[in-house]
Every structure is written in C-alpha cells, then in structure tokens.
C-alpha cells in the first residue's frame, strides 16, 4: 500500500497548481501507481522528469531492446517491483530473450548474450554494484554504443534508478494487470 495518499489539485504546493492541471490534461486522471503517482505531489518536478523520459524512450539513438533491457537491470539491481513488472513484458516483446530476463529476475548465470545486451548488463551492474564503471566495462560499452549512445544509456539507467527510489522509498502500488512474476528480494 502506498505510504502517501493520491495527489489532488489541493494538495500539491498552490504555486504548482497550474502545472498540475497542465499535467492532468495529458494525463487524464492522476496517477494510481508506481512513480507518476509520487511525483505528480510535486508537478513540477513530473514535468521535467516526464520531458527527460519521452527523449530517452523516443528520441535516443538507443534500440528499444537495449532501452527496455537496461531498465530491467536498474529494476533487478535496485530490487524495484513496480519497473520490473511494467518492463520485463515489454523487454521480452522488444528482443530481449526470455532466458536473459528470466536469469535477471531469478539472479541466475546469465545465459550467453549478444554485444549489445552484455554491454548494457555489465556496465549496469558494475555501476549499481559498485559505483563505479571499470575501464573495461566503459571501454565494452562505448565501443557497442559510440559517445551519444553511452551518455543516453548511462542517462536512463540514471533516470530508472531514480524511479525505483521513487517506487521503492513511497511504497508505490503494483499494477493489477502485471502478468511478470514479482522479483525474489
């Protein structure tokens, strides 16, 4: 159960209140769940976030396989439900083999991957792991992605972590409709 009510017109800050309202046009309702039902407290905030994820999701030079996968390693390496079961659907439809998001989810060896895919889980967890990237890892990475592609990539795994500390921090809802299984934490 989230840990924060749904947000209303009154209860975000006054001085957001029109930004509120800008978001509920294209929203068409508040968010239930999972990070947009945080931040939409804050509308501002939502809005920025929301412009920075439609250029990483639609404007980016990264494929929708590499998106979707590198937001299923932030979800797995940040034990975040919500981005898991909202992605692991759309990552399997975008290319990613099962076998790969499955071994994510369950912490398995990983099976055998393409460049592109263990470029994305080894700079991904090397960072999440450790805080760092180490040579070889960035090396991998610019090589499969060039300079565009790895700012983007680093960008969105940045953009994912910060909601599923969203998600994870509020406590946020699960979708109803999830067909993933919840990851083992």
Known sequence: MARIPLATRESVPATQREAFDTMLQSLKSVPRTGPGS???HVP???RILTDLN???RDSSTLSK???ELAMLVTARENDCQH???AHAASAREAGVPSALVDALRDRKELPKMAADEAAVVTYGREFFRTHRVSRGGFQSAMEVFGRQGLVELTALLGNYALLAFMCNAFDTDLLAERKEPLLPV
């Open 38 to 40: 945080v931040l939409i």
């Open 44 to 46: 501002e905030a939502h």
């Open 54 to 56: 439609h250029y990483l």
């Open 83 to 85: 981005i898991w079961n």
């Open 65 to 67: 396989k590499v998106q």
